[in-house]
């Protein structure tokens, strides 16, 4: 059964520095990797969208990455803004086509 | 479309009374997915339907918890009785297909068992 781990658990950093989250995955046959964004109190919204094929993927500050072979995602945010404060987290499909399964997230704030 | 829609937002209750959950998914879509969000686990994946139809519930904990899917456009998370244990976010996913990464996400129901 798949797993997935987020390191840190939680992570305050001041305004402007460049951040990396990190995910691993015990099971690497995986077709994709999602990392999305949760505010508190809010639903999930989705940030990127990695196919197994690819070894990275942007959208804007954000920069992921993957390496299916080391079981290994990275979320990288350049220049980090007060507004980037959120829990992120990182999920595989169990196997195939099949819903996904969830790291605890990382709990990142930006101080000002 | 206006997403997929979770009711109530909030949820107070004693333990050992039910609770009904409530999601209507997004039109169009076949799939239906129930999640639980708690501090210690997380989210896991409780249960999905395929067109009404129960596909995987080995992530339903107890005996106390059922979901139903009546139609193409509703489905609820019932537990009964609840315990404090319970307390938790519940989030309601819909999808075109079973990739759980072409699911939107509702803004979840947030469970306060006292």
């Known amino acids: 059964k798949q797993e997935v781990t987020q390191i840190p658990a939680a992570l305050s950093v001041p305004e402007g520095e460049n951040l990396v989250l990190n995910c691993s995955f015990t099971?690497?046959?995986?077709?994709?990797l999602q990392w999305f964004r949760q505010d508190p109190g809010k639903g999930l919204t989705s940030l990127l969208l990695?196919?197994?094929?690819?070894r990275e993927q942007t959208s804007g500050r954000l920069n992921a990455s993957l390496d299916k072979s080391s079981g290994r995602s990275t979320l990288y945010i350049a220049a980090s803004q007060p507004g980037d404060s959120a829990t992120y987290l990182c999920?595989?499909?169990?196997?195939?086509?099949?819903?996904?399964?969830f790291g605890k997230g990382t709990r990142l704030s930006v101080i000002a | 479309d206006a997403g997929v829609i979770q009711s109530p937002r909030h949820e107070v209750t004693e333990m050992g009374q039910e609770v009904t959950l409530r999601c209507k998914p997004i039109?169009?879509?076949?799939?239906l997915f129930w999640y639980r969000q708690t501090m210690m686990r997380g989210l896991e994946l409780l249960i999905y339907?395929?067109?009404?139809?129960?596909?995987?519930d080995s992530g339903m904990p107890e005996d106390r918890f059922s979901a139903k899917m009546p139609n193409a456009s509703f489905s609820t998370l019932k537990i009964q009785p609840s315990e404090p244990r319970d307390s938790a976010v519940y989030f309601c996913?819909?999808?075109?297909?079973?990739?759980?990464?072409?699911?939107?996400f509702g803004q979840g129901t947030r469970l306060t068992v006292v």
């Open positions: 990695i196919q197994s094929s690819q």
């Open positions: 339907f395929n067109n009404n139809v129960p596909i995987d």
């Open positions: 999920a595989v499909p169990n196997s195939g086509n099949t819903p996904l399964v």
């Open positions: 039109s169009g879509h076949d799939y």
């Open positions: 099971d690497s046959a995986i077709y994709n």
């Open positions: 996913a819909s999808g075109p297909t079973g990739r759980g990464t072409e699911a939107f």
